[in-house]
């Protein structure tokens, strides 16, 4: 018997490391269909649904330098997916707006995967799923926190989140 199969921390720490591969092997591969990296097209979703963004909010949401966020727009640009705008309150500023007219078509990519989650939560009865709907929310949270202090300059200087750039970007 493993360690993991008698401490619900090693258990924890297994099915999170297993989830987490299995979420990113499945965005490379919609990325992929679209001519992007993985964190490039879950960057796109979070300018769908928090945008228009500032690089600098990108940055703060993704825990990636200003320097690669620069270039995370500029290949999503390049695309057609987002485009850079004044901001309406300080025309100083830009903003990251995605382009919805050139959004992609990801139908094929998510409706399987849309069914067969929406059959697994169907065997879950509510106290089951109000369970669920916890840990998945705190992790989600822990995540968020995680990617944040990954970004953060360390005693160097030097952030290393997604293996990009210094501090100095």
Known sequence: MSDADTDPAATGA????????????????VGQRLGLR?????????????????A??????????????????????????????????????VLVSADTE???????????????????VAKYDDTELAAITDYVTNTIDILYAQTRR?????PTGRTTPHGEGTGAD
């Open 14 to 29: 297994e099915l999170g490391w297993r989830l987490s591969t299995a979420v990113v092997l499945f965005h490379e591969a």
């Open 38 to 54: 993985a964190l490039d097209h879950r960057a796109l979703g979070l300018i769908e649904r928090e945008g228009p963004l500032t």
């Open 56 to 93: 600098g909010a990108l940055a703060e949401l993704t825990g990636l330098t200003p320097g690669a966020v620069t270039g995370l727009v500029d290949r999503l640009s390049r695309l057609g997916y987002v485009r850079r705008v004044p901001d309406p309150a300080d025309r100083r500023r």
């Open 102 to 120: 050139a959004r992609p078509d990801l139908a094929d990519a998510f409706t399987g995967l849309s069914r067969a989650m929406g059959d697994l």
């Open 150 to 154: 990954l970004g953060a300059p360390g």
